[in-house]
């Protein structure tokens, strides 16, 4: 080293007192990759930085969000001590004061109208351990049925769909290495690389070993581009598009014979179905050409290998889960699950999208993916939790349908921790209109989201360097986050929260724990003998190692990586196929003389959900500052909108106002806009209230609207 360096790094050491590493994981998307901050303390200022951590999920890699999660933690608006709506604006007060408020508002809104009049409102950042604990909050501290989370609007259609055809829903059925060992991958509705930006190594290597790539989404994303082929169907089409297909396969005779026969159910009526409908039919409904759909077909069929990836593009949809139900359709008659190189990824969204789902917070479900109407399922936990089985609650409702029991009277309260449901539900006027009409509402967040705003209390809660616990990948590999940064101000970790509020609730004896490591313990056995069986991993394991796939039934197994090899998780070991219709949703937004364009909806990378964190980031939030709206420069001459100008989008509910952004990377009838901001920018205004039937999916991925130039818009409104 020269002198002359020699002596800069003594400075910079002399400059800096002292540094202190906080081992972590990224608190955005499923990937959870590891990571260290870095405080760096001189005698005038505290610095941080994030620096990459090895693991075999990232591999060493973090994107844009990762290296700036610090941002938000440090930023000056967390909230650091509860506060109180008083006369319409918040005052601070003590934990007691807000508890015994809490305590006042819970029983005597309970005791004049029932114990479901309060419910609970829950979050896929939560860790497995205050996921579980939320469930029994709901169940044995309020005693309510309606429980439900913002999973619903993520995992719930690909989830019901793997668990009908699999009897098993955990994102993806392989390892991630197999990735590279398969030989063509579908991706439908999937934009990985600004949604998991370090899973896309994996996709990239294995397009350099040869692996044909197939996207289907109705934009040429910066996945897309990765394509060897990429279907740029109509939004919503994605039903169609997979019975085109089949069909195909069907055609070519690319289909596994010997897998249909000893390893499916329900082939026949598959063949029968698609007998009745034609090829035709199919490229008018998608606007994908014949030749496209032969394409894919030959691609996928003729392989050995092949693996199927969803996302929330297919997903949310008022079909999304008959259209999932579809693609998985298409692995199960090419045998394309079960053997190494091929299989089924659902991407799932959330930092603890997956453990968020197994463990109680859905409306009709139990710890460890029981269900709250199975009788056995329900004495086994009513044994774990030392309550009567009688005692426990039935199912409740949707995250959407309990903003439909407010308007209707029979939910007076919400306790909502960890989501912003103004922002991320449909129809999101009628949204802030239910949460107004509460008569109690409390939110536990780091920041005064838009949904806080009308909350008559906000308790302080911690953020992911500071709060310990386990959280579940997209792999199902449950990994430990360690924690070491010391609370802010008054805030308290959110298992501390509630078992504080079920103390005052009279409920202490249920809720005592001196750890969080004590709650993960319960949670195992809660767990244990349930498809999401933790039993086997102890904090210890965890600590020790790379983290555990579940199932994990004894302390002495090494975890499940890979699903499906002998049999599937139905009676009768068989998997099983379903005929889905082109037109099996009638509640889809068609578009029309007045909104002739469609509009989706999803994100850009440097953006997180409804923005309330990565707002908070300066070096995030200076990449996109406002929200925007994607769209072809045809279109946009077609409506008199230039480029870069505000724009007014118009559904049948409601407008808002967007920046344009002029791509010939999207369909010329159709739009998108980024769901990141509220307010007069808030594109859940345009969404519909529809559900998908089954898993109640709303159908954020298509409506229709019409657009023009903002001063267009108010000439035409004022005359
Ligand atoms: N940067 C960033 N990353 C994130 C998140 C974030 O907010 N920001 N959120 C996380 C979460 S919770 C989730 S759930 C995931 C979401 O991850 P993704 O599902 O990948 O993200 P989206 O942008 O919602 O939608 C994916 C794609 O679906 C396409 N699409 C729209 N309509 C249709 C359709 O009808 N059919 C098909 N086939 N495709 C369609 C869109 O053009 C888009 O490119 O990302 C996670 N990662
Ligand atoms: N139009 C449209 N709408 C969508 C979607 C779409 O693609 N299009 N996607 C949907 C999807 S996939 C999702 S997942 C939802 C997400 O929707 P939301 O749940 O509303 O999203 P978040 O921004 O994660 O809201 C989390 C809130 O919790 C706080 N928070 C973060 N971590 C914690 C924690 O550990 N504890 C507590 N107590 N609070 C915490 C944050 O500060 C923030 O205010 O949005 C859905 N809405
Ligand atoms: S946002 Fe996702 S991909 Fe990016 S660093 Fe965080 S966990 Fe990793
Ligand atoms: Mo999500």
């Not at 440090?74 to 003590?94: A, N, T």
């Not at 409740?396 to 407010?406: L, N």
């Not at 890979?562 to 099983?576: A, M, Q």
């Not at 996109?624 to 409506?639: C, F, G, K, N």
Request: hydrophobic share 35%.
């Amino acid at each position: 080293m020269t002198e002359l360096l020699l002596k800069y790094v003594q400075t910079v050491q002399e400059k800096i007192q002292s540094e202190k590493t906080y081992q972590t994981q990224c608190p955005y998307c499923s990937m959870q990759c590891k990571m260290a901050v870095v405080e760096q303390k001189s005698a005038t200022k505290t610095s941080y930085k994030t620096i990459p951590v090895d693991n075999p999920t990232s591999e060493g890699r973090l994107c844009v969000k990762g290296l700036n999660a610090h941002q938000h933690v440090m930023h000056r608006d967390r909230i650091k001590q509860p506060l109180l709506k008083s006369d319409g604006k918040f005052i601070p007060v003590s934990w007691e004061y807000a508890l015994q408020v809490m305590k006042d508002k819970f029983q005597e809104i309970q005791m004049e109208y029932g114990n479901d009049a309060v419910s609970v409102y829950g979050g896929g950042s939560l860790t497995n351990e205050e996921s579980y604990l939320l469930g029994k909050f709901a169940r044995v501290a309020l005693q309510t049925k309606y429980i439900d989370y913002n999973g619903r609007f993520c995992m719930s259609a690909a989830a019901t769909a793997a668990n009908q055809a699999f009897g098993i829903d955990r994102g993806i059925t392989n390892r991630l290495s197999e990735i590279e060992q398969t030989d063509c991958i579908i991706l439908v509705g999937t934009n990985i690389a600004d949604c998991q930006p370090t899973i896309m190594p994996y996709f990239e290597r294995a397009k350099e070993n040869g692996t044909k790539i197939i996207v289907i989404d109705p934009r040429e994303t910066a996945t897309a581009k990765l394509a060897d082929l990429h279907l740029q169907l109509k939004p919503g089409t994605d039903a169609a598009l997979a019975n085109g297909l089949l069909k195909l396969l069907l055609e070519v005779k690319a289909i596994d014979e010997t897998f249909i026969a000893n390893r499916t159910n329900g082939f026949g009526e598959l063949v029968d179905h698609l007998s009745s409908i034609t090829i035709d039919d199919v490229v008018e409904k998608t606007g994908v050409a014949y030749e496209d759909l032969q394409r894919a077909a030959n691609l996928f069929g003729n392989e050995e290998r092949g693996m199927i990836f969803t996302a929330r593009g297919v997903e949310q949809q008022t079909d999304g889960y008959m259209a999932v139900r579809n693609f998985l359709n298409i692995l199960m008659i090419t045998g394309k699950i079960g053997k190494i190189g091929c299989g089924y990824g659902a991407i799932t969204g959330q930092a603890n999208g997956q453990g968020g789902r197994e463990h109680g917070q859905k409306a009709d479900q139990l710890p460890g993916y029981r269900s709250i109407e199975n009788q056995e399922h329900r004495e086994y936990i009513a044994n774990v939790w030392g309550v009567k089985e009688e005692e426990l609650p039935r199912k409740g409702v949707s995250a959407y349908e309990m903003m439909e029991k407010i308007h209707e009277g029979e939910i007076k309260a919400m306790f909502i921790m960890g989501s912003n449901p103004i922002v991320s539900n449909p129809n999101a006027t009628y949204v802030k209109d239910a949460l107004e009409k509460l008569s109690f509402l409390v939110s536990v967040d780091m920041f005064m989201s838009e949904s806080g705003k009308h909350a008559d209390l906000i308790l302080p809660t911690t953020s992911y360097l500071e709060d310990e616990g386990t959280m579940t990948n997209l792999e199902g590999r449950v990994m430990h986050r360690p924690a070491s940064k010391e609370k802010p101000g008054q805030t308290k970790h959110d298992w501390e929260i509630l078992c504080e509020v079920a103390k005052v609730l009279g409920k202490e004896e249920h809720f005592s724990y001196s750890t969080v490591e004590d709650v993960f313990n319960e949670l195992r056995v809660a767990s244990r003998g349930g498809i999401a069986d933790y039993y086997g991993m102890t904090y210890q394991r965890l600590m020790e190692g790379d983290g555990l796939f579940w199932p994990c039934p004894s302390v002495d197994h090494p975890g499940t990586e890979t699903l499906f090899e002998k049999e599937f998780h139905h009676e009768d070991k068989r998997s099983r196929i379903i005929p889905v219709t082109n037109e099996a949703d009638f509640r889809k937004e068609r578009v029309s003389e007045k909104f002739p364009l469609y509009l989706t909806t999803g994100r850009v990378m440097s953006h997180y959900l409804s923005g309330v964190q990565t707002r908070k980031s300066a070096a995030l939030a200076a990449r996109d500052v406002e929200s925007h709206v994607q769209i072809h420069p045809e279109t946009a001459s077609e409506y008199g909108i230039d480029e870069n100008v505000l724009v007014c989008v118009e559904s049948q509910r409601g407008r808002i106002i967007v920046r344009s952004q002029y791509s010939k990377n999207i369909r010329k009838d159709t739009v998108f806009i980024p769901f990141h901001w509220g307010d007069s920018q808030n594109v859940n205004d345009l969404i519909s209230n529809e559900l998908d039937p089954t898993c109640r999916m709303p159908g954020f991925k298509v409506a229709a609207v019409t657009v023009s130039a903002v001063d267009q818009f108010y000439t035409e409104a004022s005359v």
